[in-house]
């Protein structure tokens, strides 16, 4: 296909870095957006033929992030792309610990990141290409953690499950529409992330299901981000992507 458009937040680090590289593909735009620029892929998009464009910006503030977005594809002319791809992968996790000892600002940040953001940005980008001819994607990385309640960790099982379910409202709206927009809520699997590292690192008293988190590493469970990232984009070039709204990479 000629020209596809790929937009990609969290792109600087673990499974989103790793996209990043796959996604440099010869003819294809890559749009990356998150607080820091990617090493290494303004190099590697120039000797593969891609053409890679880097936003430095924080995903905490979401109207912001979608109005930079929506003012950026409703300049492009309707016909510039053969195709349009928004993937919200960015998320944090707030502090480890339970609800009774959260800190207000910190969830606030996991539940910006995590769930507004990806809201914001989706109905930017389906208003803006909303006339645009090609087809269009909308994937949200979930998480099986917002389909499987874990204590010391509310905010990220909660902005992970309102993933879920926003995506299952946006499917029947898209379903709609003459050429909707084909969504889907992906959990990606067990990945050896800095998230990992941090849920392996956290106090015992604090977080009840450490010792899962330990046995996942020492078994040898946990799938390389790229690894990761190659099973999600192919799950998102499946002829049957949006089917299900809401899914798992191992479906």
Not at 9 to 19: C, F, I, P, V, Y
Not at 48 to 75: F, Y
Request: glycine letters at 10%; a neutral charge; charged letters at 15%.
């Amino acid at each position: 296909m000629t020209n596809p458009l790929t937009i990609l937040t969290g792109a600087s680090r673990g499974m989103g870095l790793a996209m990043a590289h796959q996604l440099l593909q010869p003819g294809h735009t890559l749009l990356t957006l998150s607080r820091q620029i990617p090493d290494g892929l303004a190099a590697e998009a120039a000797a593969r033929g891609a053409t890679l464009i880097t936003w430095s910006q924080d995903l905490a503030d979401g109207p912001a992030a979608a109005g930079r977005l929506g003012g950026w594809l409703a300049s492009q002319p309707a016909d510039a792309f053969a195709s349009a791809t928004l993937i919200n992968n960015a998320g944090v996790i707030p502090r480890i610990g339970p609800m009774s000892e959260a800190d207000a600002d910190d969830l606030a940040h996991a539940l910006r990141v995590g769930l507004e953001a990806p809201m914001a940005l989706t109905a930017a980008f389906l208003h803006s290409t909303a006339l645009w001819n090609g087809p269009r994607k909308v994937l949200n990385i979930s998480s099986g953690l917002g389909r499987r309640a874990m204590a010391s960790q509310a905010g990220y099982c909660a902005a992970k499950a309102g993933m879920d379910h926003f995506t299952r409202c946006l499917a029947l709206e898209e379903a709609l529409k003459p050429n909707g927009a084909k969504v889907c809520s992906l959990a990606p699997g067990v990945i050896d992330t800095d998230m990992q590292v941090q849920l392996r690192g956290a106090a015992s008293e604090a977080f009840p299901d450490i010792g899962n988190f330990i046995g996942l590493k020492d078994k040898g469970l946990l799938t390389s981000p790229q690894a990761a990232a190659a099973q999600v984009l192919a799950f998102l070039h499946r002829a049957d992507f949006g089917a299900n709204p809401v899914a798992d990479v191992r479906d």
